[in-house]
């Protein structure tokens, strides 16, 4: 069952504040309305797994991996490889992440950023069939939340295709039915560079990129995933409160400026990753 | 997509003979259901759920209560015979994911703060799936909710639109869904003018989000009259002969 | 506008969203809600107008307890100090041992739980709400205390008002009609005082009626002709 969720109370005067400065053009920690924190991502990050990026974007903190296998494919793609997104939001990182089963919130980002991949085609599945309908590489994506600030879902999509455009994968020799792992690699090639815009709004006001205390006092975000040629591949309210028809065509615009943007910054790291 | 299908006749029509901007038929019953406060029965194409409402009700362990208002809980389900294969009768991840984009949607449409430290349970329970379950669920749970006598800020319909093979089509079926490029669902209260459901999976350029959208609120319109038309004929009383 | 119009058979009924006036003309009364100068229905009911006070009365609803209320409980649980009760609302009332009697009560003798057996139907009166706790009724006051004997009808919480009437005259047509008492709760529940299945079955035909066609004009003249047997 889904709950209507508890969050912690924002004080009054944080939240005039807030609202104040918003009229003014302003946000809290100094930012304009439409600008992203600094982001910084380091490629590699783990040697055991085949792909990995830490992604820091301001004090959101989220390690992605990438771990490779081989498996049966589903029965209705058998020429496709497998990639499953998984997203942990370690206790760690945030005394409202709990232990225990995934959350609806754990479920449903790792649920957005596959789409954000998978609806992209950043990874041709379709390259990693090794046997049709017997053997296909399996993509696992473990996104690590290591500290929480807010907009969990641009960050771990910008981690997630990092950690990807850095994986590499085992070359196997087919013999028949029967494979056999070599010991040489290729490099896991992105068709396309997805990036998410989140929107966090407080009633006809809106921000992007919001960071934890944004996102609590807000009345609910718009994540949109956009591809490399402006088109769009996954979008997401979450939360309540609603958006005027008009206020929704205003962000199309918006993302795509926005993604051109943080895609140039994002994914700089990834060209000179041989 | 490893083989492509074709989702149009040659005439330009879908393949269940729709135009682009067709709904499919659609009947709506509320209070279906004897024990629930309030029920509502929805078929769209193949489609057929039910949705109930419990509450409110004193919301217990009292810990999960809000001081301020009342909270909901939603669970959208799947019966196993639902699907072509059977499913799993355990939550899915797409399951918890729906429920909580389905509360989303129905959280700011109801007067919540008129009950503070209540709960209203909200079960959406889908018998036949064929495609726009969360959407067709969302429309009679928003029939159930008014069925309990719980106040809400007008009456929201859902609807999904998208593309399949280059052209924005409305109310897409399971095989449009599957096959086509893009799905976007898509809640509307034309009462305070706010989408409360959004969702997107799929490619779709700008221009294309503007027209889906435009036929989105369309076709909500047309089911809001639906929602009416039921609610009305729920509570108004049979001719008596005589 | 929906005017009482008395030449219309059925009153219209509104559903939430549906638009019922306009603010410049009305004061928005009980479900309804304002959008800058419109008023909207937020439940399914029928528009009652008096004076400049615009009401939409729902057809179906819950208990909301007012201080005053003569309610109808079932005992649900004992407490320390009193008695969980439910009044058929989304909160359970308390009954402390205070409001229980006029009379002193010696707790070393009677337990908590023997004064008051789960399940026990008494008749009270709320006597507090608050946001931050349970409703608190009482039993003292004349004609308040535990229903032994008799039978208990329930009905919409909106319909208790119709079922009583203007001055109370629908109840006593029925009271007149049948000769036998019954107790109202605001709760939605009716004790009828008599254990005769006949008179039961009769009322509980008359309780369907106006939880069906309350929003039909005459209902007075419908309910009298139904319980003299009569076709309308």
């Not at chain 1, 081989?70 to 709990?98: K, Y």
């Not at chain 2, 859902?158 to 809640?187: Q, R, S, T």
């Amino acid at each position: 069952m889904s709950i209507t969720e508890q969050r912690p109370i924002i004080s009054k005067l944080e939240k005039q504040e807030l609202y104040r400065l918003l009229a003014e053009g302003k946000r809290v920690d100094g930012r304009g309305l439409l600008q992203y924190r600094n982001l910084n991502v380091q490629l590699n990050y783990i040697e055991k797994a085949e792909g990995s990026a830490l992604v820091e974007l301001g004090n959101t903190k989220i390690l992605a991996a990438v771990k490779v296998g081989v498996a049966l494919p589903f029965a209705d793609t058998p020429n496709e490889g497998i990639l499953i997104v998984n997203a942990e939001l370690v206790p760690l990182a945030s005394p409202v992440f709990e232990p225990g089963p995934p959350s609806e919130e754990s479920i449903s980002l790792a649920r957005y950023v596959d789409r954000s991949i998978r609806e992209s085609k950043a990874v041709d599945l379709s390259s990693l069939c090794i046997i049709p309908g017997r053997s296909v590489y399996s993509l696992y994506v473990d996104l690590y939340i290591l500290d929480y600030d807010g907009n969990l879902i641009d960050a771990s999509v910008i981690a997630s295709v990092n950690a990807l455009g850095t994986t590499k994968l085992p070359k196997y020799s087919v013999e028949g039915q029967s494979i056999k792992k070599l010991d040489e690699y290729f490099k896991l090639e992105l068709k396309d560079l997805p990036v998410s815009i989140t929107y966090a709004f407080f009633g006809d006001k809106y921000v992007v990129d919001p960071c934890l205390n944004e996102e609590y006092a807000s009345d609910f975000t718009i994540s949109m995933t956009v591809k490399s040629d402006d088109r769009f591949c996954a979008i997401q309210k979450n939360g309540g409160g609603m958006i005027s028809p008009r206020g929704f065509l205003e962000l199309l615009d918006k993302s795509i400026a926005l993604g051109k943007e943080l895609r140039s910054i994002a994914y700089s790291k990834l060209s000179g990753n041989g | 997509m490893s083989e492509k299908i074709s989702l149009f006749k040659e005439d330009g029509r879908r393949l269940d003979d729709r135009a682009p901007d067709e709904l499919r038929p659609i009947k709506i019953k509320v209070g279906v259901l004897s024990n629930a406060q309030g029920s509502a029965y929805i078929e769209q194409g193949k489609n057929k759920i039910l949705a109930a409402v419990y509450g409110p009700k004193e919301a217990l362990p009292k810990h999960i209560s809000l001081p301020d208002r009342c909270i909901l809980r939603c669970r959208y389900h799947m019966a196993p015979f639902s699907t072509p294969e059977r499913k799993s009768p355990a939550p899915s991840r797409r399951e918890i994911e729906l429920s909580m984009v389905i509360r989303n949607a129905l959280e700011p449409l109801v007067m919540t703060s008129l009950f503070p430290r209540t709960v209203i349970d909200i079960f959406i329970e889908v018998l036949q799936a064929d495609g726009g379950t969360r959407c067709a669920g969302l429309t009679a749970a928003v029939l159930a909710l008014a069925d309990a006598g719980i106040p809400l800020k007008g009456l929201t319909a859902a609807c999904a639109v998208g593309k399949a093979d280059g052209k924005v089509i409305v109310d897409l079926n399971d095989l449009e869904d599957k096959y086509g490029e893009a799905d976007m669902p898509i809640a509307y209260n034309p009462t305070l003018d706010g989408i409360t459901l959004l969702q997107m999976d799929g490619i779709m350029s700008k221009e294309e989000i503007e027209q889906a959208l435009s036929l989105a609120i369309t076709a909500t319109q047309k089911i809001h009259k639906m929602q009416v038309e039921a609610l009305k004929e729920r509570f108004s009383v049979p001719r008596r002969e005589g | 506008m929906y005017q009482g119009n008395e030449q219309q058979k059925q009153r219209p009924i509104v559903v939430p969203g549906e638009p019922v006036g306009e603010s410049r003309f009305y004061i928005p009364g009980s479900n309804t809600l304002k959008i800058s100068d419109r008023m909207f229905a937020t439940t399914v009911g029928i528009v009652r107008v008096d004076g400049k006070r615009l009401d939409v009365i729902s057809l179906k609803s819950f208990y909301q307890p007012k201080i005053g209320d003569l309610v109808i409980g079932i005992v649900k649980e004992p407490n320390i100090g009193g008695w969980t009760v439910d009044i058929n609302s989304p909160f359970l009332a308390f009954l402390p041992l205070s409001e229980y009697s006029e009379k002193r009560i010696r707790l070393s003798r009677d337990s908590i739980g023997r004064i008051l057996e789960i399940g026990t139907v008494i008749t009270g009166v709320i006597k507090d709400v608050s946001i931050f706790s349970s409703p608190v009724i009482t039993m003292k006051g004349k004609g308040l205390g535990i229903v032994s004997s008799g039978t208990l009808l329930n009905i919409t919480a909106s319909k208790v008002p119709r079922i009583i009437g203007k001055k109370g005259s629908m109840l006593s047509v029925i009271e007149r009609m049948t000769g036998v008492k019954l107790t109202v709760g605001q709760n939605g529940r009716i004790i009828v005082h008599t254990e005769d299945s006949n008179i039961v079955a009769k009322i509980r035909e008359v309780i369907e009626m106006v939880e069906r066609e309350s929003h039909i004009y005459g209902l007075t003249e419908r309910v009298e002709a139904l319980l003299a047997g009569r076709k309308l």
